[in-house]
């Protein structure tokens, strides 16, 4: 079986891209995060009308597209034809929605870590998991690979179809019984809101043999404070400024 990808995770993963600074979840914003530096990316991931994995994190286009409806509504050839840069600004006119096989070339070429967060439209998780495990399957991605979700359905589907790439489970609040829900999709980490942080939870957690990371964390004295406590990383929108700041706070 293959690492597990907490192994070569770094503290700063690159929520979205540099999602702060370029359209999040495009090609613009993963290379930005890249040239910022950063050694990881978490990416959202969905599907078309015809089945096919994309990178998106809303489930409609309203937000972050020149178009709109429901992503999983449109077929890849009408998702390819709108435009994802230009709500940003105009500067990044011309970016295209991101299949997932794209995105893997893009972060082996880029050498980055890459956390996929599975956001299945509720009821479609095995159609999901199963573009994911296909794009998956079409290339030899050999970057350190991490999936997570919000949908133990989800995750669970990911177990039977990629036992061997890690998995975590995403929270927003960390539930009491987090030992159980992470038993039930075999997971080896919980990924949750820094809203949400606490002390002893986090000891806890970690003392059992799991790992954390929390989002959105743009904050450096707040990533400080997290790392100490003993989770792994954080996710943020602005990687070059945390790790210009934790670099500093380390010297
Ligand atoms: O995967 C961590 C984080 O991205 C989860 O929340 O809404 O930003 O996808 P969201
Ligand atoms: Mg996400």
């Not at 573009?131 to 589907?157: C, D, G, N, R, T």
């Not at 990533?223 to 989770?231: C, D, F, K, T, Y």
Request: aromatic share 6%; charged share 20%; with cysteine.
């Amino acid at each position: 079986s293959s690492p597990d990808a907490y192994e070569d995770m770094s503290p700063v993963i690159a929520h979205r891209g540099a999602s702060a600074h370029a359209p999040e979840n495009t090609r613009a914003a993963i290379e930005l995060a890249a040239r910022q530096g950063a050694q990881w990316v978490e990416v959202d991931v969905t599907i078309s009308a015809d089945g096919i994995a994309v990178i998106h994190h809303d489930a409609d286009l309203k937000r972050c597209s020149d178009g709109d409806g429901l992503v999983i509504q449109k077929r890849l050839a009408e998702l390819k034809q709108l435009d994802v840069g230009r709500w940003f600004s105009d500067q990044f006119r011309g970016e295209q929605i991101l299949t997932l096989s794209e995105l893997l070339a893009l972060a082996s070429h880029l050498e980055l870590g890459l956390n996929l967060e599975i956001k299945p439209t509720i009821g479609r998780e095995p159609e999901t998991v199963w573009a994911i495990h296909k794009a998956l399957q079409q290339v030899h991605f050999e970057q350190p690979l991490l999936l997570s979700s919000f949908s133990i359905h989800a995750l669970q589907s990911a177990r039977r179809h990629m036992p061997h790439i890690t998995r975590a489970l995403n929270v927003e609040a960390i539930p009491a019984d987090w030992q159980h829900r992470l038993e039930e999709a075999d997971c080896a980490g919980l990924h949750f809101a820094k809203e949400f942080f606490d002390a002893a939870q986090v000891s806890a957690i970690r003392d059992a043999g799991y790992h954390m990371l929390v989002f959105t964390v743009n904050d450096a004295d707040t990533a400080q404070r997290l790392l100490q406590a003993g989770v792994d990383g954080v996710f943020t929108d602005m990687p070059q400024q945390l790790q210009q700041t934790l670099k500093g706070a380390r010297a």
